[in-house]
T-cell receptor
């Protein structure tokens, strides 16, 4: 049971570089989302998707881009990395029913220098 | 805007004691859901328990129970007979009302409580 798989686990970028964080789930969940976790701030929603071809912004979308071409995959793109984007990133998925819990990936620790 | 407040940055409890982690929430929507997650030092997020706003009874899952007081807008997590493995960060989260429109499980998280169980 793979669940939600995130790659890479660790990444170091220089300011201005771009990269894509990968997320894949094998549970056929309609809903997928990206969160970032910063010390003392809990998790904050970046972008989310309710199905293939449908995405929307969360609380902190600036500097990030997403697309969802398949049910399984939901990549997060950093367009031009900034030190403020140093964080731990979590991908999560769930069914679109009331009591469904979010299933989280193991996270990607990103450092921007 | 919906908000979750966890007022206990850290708690220290003796093994085998019960512990209550506080969570208060703020919303004007009549339909919402409340979740608790555990984050061990290894970093993964583990779902513990869920309470819907219309659920008549408090949710329970093994040693975890949710003390849901709707009028006070609180959803405290109770862990009975704590174990060393319960040492972790605990997050309370609320599902935003947009779920009813889109099926989007948009969660708003509190800042977390770090629980340490002493032997």
């Amino acid at each position: 049971n793979a669940g939600v798989t995130q790659t890479p686990k660790f990444q170091v970028l220089k300011t201005g570089q771009s990269m894509t964080l990968q997320c894949a789930q094998d549970m056929n969940h309609e809903y997928m989302s990206w969160y970032r976790q910063d010390p003392g701030m809990g998790l904050r929603l970046i972008h989310y998707s309710v199905g293939a071809g449908i995405t929307d912004q969360g609380e902190v979308p600036n500097g990030y881009n997403v697309s969802r071409s398949t049910t399984e995959d939901f990549p997060l793109r950093l367009l031009s990395a900034a030190p403020s984007q140093t964080s731990v990133y979590f991908c999560a998925s769930s069914w679109g029913t009331p009591g469904s819990a979010l299933h989280f990936g193991n996270g990607t620790r990103l450092t921007v220098t | 805007a919906q908000k979750i407040t966890q007022t206990q940055p850290g708690m220290f409890v003796q093994e085998k004691e019960a512990v209550t982690l506080d969570c208060t929430y703020d919303t004007s929507d009549p339909s919402y859901g409340l979740f608790w997650y555990k984050q061990p030092s290894s970093g993964e997020m583990i779902f513990l328990i869920y309470q819907g706003s219309y659920d008549q009874q408090n949710a329970t899952e093994g040693r975890y129970s949710l003390n849901f007081q709707k009028a006070r807008k609180s959803a405290n997590l109770v862990i009975s007979a704590s174990q060393l493995g319960d040492s972790a960060m605990y997050f309370c989260a609320m599902r935003e009302a947009v779920f009813l429109i889109q099926g989007a499980q948009k969660l708003v998280f509190g800042q977390g409580t770090r629980l340490t169980i002493n032997p």
